[in-house]
């Protein structure tokens, strides 16, 4: 499955009285880089979240190109989230946290993808140890390689730039402009302005759950 944007239309997201999203519409091409701005509890992880269909809309829709979010695992093995929750196993190594997710996407050349996996995240020395034993930032480089490891066509990143050195930011930039020329949608947010101040190719503001004239 593959698809050329993504669209929100009409999307608004409740938890009880509070409406976390209010209304966005909002659509992003292939190959572009957005950065989702907006204070803390404007409503951006919970739009990222949507995007992800780990969280459903209340009311409106989304749509991945001619795709919409009910259609399932196809869907789904076409995304790549990294979010607060680092999805990373801290009993397992680098190398089985990636051998462990190849596996459950079906990957081909899965010893291929996890050794370059962890070279990618600069943890080659490191691959055999247990990721509890991480700093943030390690785990953080980790959990963008997992995000990254099925070549996503949609890639969502919430606060990517959290608790990385300044090698490993660079890095980061540099994966995502690599990410945008294989024809991935990226969507990303960040307080840190200064970090995508050359690389996104649209920017966005959320206030109160509303996308900011």
């Known amino acids: ?49 949507i995007a992800a269909t780990l969280l459903r809309p209340t009311s409106g829709e989304v749509r991945y190109g001619d795709h919409v979010a009910s259609d399932g695992t196809a869907l789904r093995a076409r995304i790549g989230m990294l979010g607060h929750d ?71 990143l919430d606060e990517p730039f959290t608790g990385l050195d300044e090698a490993a930011r660079d890095a980061l930039r540099e994966r995502l402009r690599t990410a945008r020329a294989a024809g991935t949608i990226v969507v990303l947010t960040t307080h840190d302005i200064a970090a995508i101040a050359d690389l996104t190719d649209r920017s966005v503001t959320l206030v109160d759950g509303r996308l900011a004239a």
Do not use: C, W
């Open 1 to 49: 499955m593959d698809f050329t944007n993504l669209q929100f239309v009409d999307v608004t997201r409740t938890f009880g009285r509070r409406r976390a999203l209010n209304r966005v519409s909002l659509a992003v091409e292939a190959g572009t880089i957005t950065a989702l701005l907006g204070h803390n509890g404007a409503g951006k992880s919970t739009l990222l979240s």
């Open 86 to 156: 680092l999805y990373l196993y801290p009993e397992l190594s680098a190398a089985e946290n990636l051998r462990f997710f190849a596996r459950i996407y079906a990957l081909p050349d899965v010893e291929r993808r996890v050794a370059r996996g962890v070279e990618l995240a600069g943890l080659a020395d490191r691959a055999d140890d247990v990721v509890a034993g991480y700093s943030r930032g390690m785990r953080q480089r980790l959990a963008l390689e997992r995000a990254l490891l099925h070549d996503p066509r949609l890639l969502l």
